[in-house]
């Protein structure tokens, strides 16, 4: 019997026991974790910076970190070695999501379609941060579909804005009101613009539940289980920016905050299932119909 008739140190004797690292293209998207530190998310974009290539990592929370290219990570819990995307690779990748790509509402993009002219219908929401929100996510349809977004500084004469528009056959209008709860002065101006006979058939108003539409936002876009709960008597804005950590003196600092929040929002998945039914529904009802 021969006890040496095989050489121990013959083959790569380092890989035993463990699993090999296999090189993977650092793409837009892709979730990895660095082993050194935890740090997990999505890559953002991949630089060159002081003679080196870095990825940059956006976790949960919308914070970034950045780590040099190469080993040290892992993908799906296997290592893996982080390369720069070749040219080649970004247009062969670039082809296919072209072939499936999708609006951040969810829609099938139109490739190379031009924005419709605007028809005589709109949609009419509260606020600024509203109009933004329903750009931002709904922009490309609204576009392809001819619609336009505009903002009211609130609901308060809403009944007297309605009759001033006269809505009518390839008019309509279709209104977005916040925190259109049963009992509050919100419920009883859209009652009174239901009520209007002559325009029945040609408005509809729809609401959500939040006290803003910043709530709209999923709260574990901002690392919360749940939005908090702001005092009555404290500006609601300011509560949460103050739970935040973030400063809030000025309308500057709202204005930022918000532009913060909404930064975290990529597509319809990181809104309230309340808000896209009610956007999805005024944009089906104003826009024009397919032989317009």
């Not at 929100?133 to 619609?147: K, P, Q, S, T």
């Not at 108003?205 to 009555?232: A, F, M, N, T």
């Amino acid at each position: 019997m021969d006890r040496y008739r095989t050489d121990v140190l013959a083959g790569d004797w380092r890989a035993r026991g463990r699993e090999r690292a296999r090189p993977t293209p650092a793409e837009p998207g892709l979730v990895v974790e660095e082993v050194a530190t935890g740090w997990c998310g999505a890559i953002v974009h991949v630089e060159k910076a002081g003679g080196m290539h870095v990825v940059h990592l956006e976790d949960r929370n919308g914070r970034r970190r950045g780590f040099p290219l190469g080993p040290g990570f892992l993908l799906e819990g296997r290592p893996v070695v982080l390369t720069a995307p070749q040219a080649a690779d970004r247009a062969a990748l670039g082809a296919a999501r072209a072939a499936q790509a999708r609006t951040a509402s969810g829609s099938v993009a139109v490739q190379g379609a031009r924005a419709r002219v605007a028809a005589g219908s709109r949609i009419w929401v509260e606020g600024r941060h509203d109009a933004e929100l329903v750009e931002h996510v709904w922009g490309a349809d609204l576009r392809v579909e001819g619609v336009v977004v505009e903002q009211l500084d609130g609901v308060d004469d809403l009944v007297s804005e309605v009759r001033a528009f006269a809505p009518g056959p390839g008019r309509r209008l279709g209104i977005l009101v916040d925190h259109l709860v049963p009992g509050t002065k919100e419920t009883a101006i859209v009652e009174a613009v239901r009520a209007l006979p002559a325009y029945r058939e040609h408005v509809l108003v729809l609401g959500h539940p939040y006290v803003d539409v910043w709530q709209s936002v999923k709260p574990d876009r901002l690392g919360w289980e749940r939005w908090p709960q702001i005092p009555r008597g404290r500006p609601w804005k300011e509560g949460i920016c103050e739970a935040l950590g973030w400063p809030c003196g000025s309308q500057a600092e709202i204005a930022h905050a918000w532009k913060r929040i909404l930064g975290r929002v990529r597509t319809y998945s990181d809104l309230e299932p309340t808000l896209l039914a009610s956007v999805e529904a005024l944009i089906d009802f104003v826009a024009p119909p397919p032989s317009a």
